[in-house]
DNA sequence: ATTATATGAAACCCATAGGTGTCACGTCAA
DNA sequence: TTGACGTGACACCTATGGGTTTCATATAAT
């Protein structure tokens, strides 16, 4: 029950546009007309696309005066990070290895064994 | 010059038989007809996406007899996860200084310095 | 009170994404 | 050789995505 997602987020990161209203507002919370300054389209147009960051559940808003200010909401990356988890196994064991090793700590906070890296060996091709 | 990518990863995996694809082509190599079945869409469908996950770079196939098959070729989803680790200081910074360290050892094979886990510490913006 | 600023909503446009069916061709089986 | 199978390439259709302009409204400034 983290979000209503009426925009799933995959879709809603395949716009570039989008991926660098999230970037933005990774810096800092920003207002509408403020982000439309970092683009050559129209303040509407900025408008529709965190619209749709909005139903990903990706950004939140608040009105602070006569402007609505965004901030970024990066729970429901972890949608996406869970889905890319899966493929990291093809590409590198290590690193896939490790994260299992840390969120299995993260579960755990009062245990903290010794992490190693474990031997460095090629990517498989 | 890993591969051309005409088309934007982020693009190709935004649509959801797409991403199914890539899952059914993570168990194993697969022909057309084959993947066809998993859909209820036509087969000519499945062969425009295959054509467009080729064109991201994200499936390689091969002829064998008159059958075509696919295999995943997982590697430009790195451009994803790069994208992503960008966001992950937003919501756990203990994964990401992580990760960052263990691609840093990556780079560097001649040194292997005893990595040890940091305390967790607020974004510093 | 009046004007400028910041925004949201609506109507509209056009390119394209995702789907279909058809057809032609190479390959495997009888 | 003949036919079924597996596929690629085309032509086509429709919904939607990303863009625009215009209009209305609320707040800030003078």
Redesign the pocket.
Known sequence: MSSAAK?DVF?AI?????RTLLKLLGKQE???????GH??????????????LSDAGLVS?H????????QLQPDNLRELKDWLNYFEQFWDNKLAMLKFLVEQDEDSPEENPPLRLVEKKPPSE
Chains 1, 2 share one sequence.
């Open positions: 925009v879709q395949a716009d570039p546009t989008r920003m207002s509408v007309a403020q982000m439309t683009f050559s389209i129209s303040r509407t147009a900025v408008n529709k696309h965190l619209h749709i808003h009105k602070v005066g006569r402007e609505t200010r965004y």
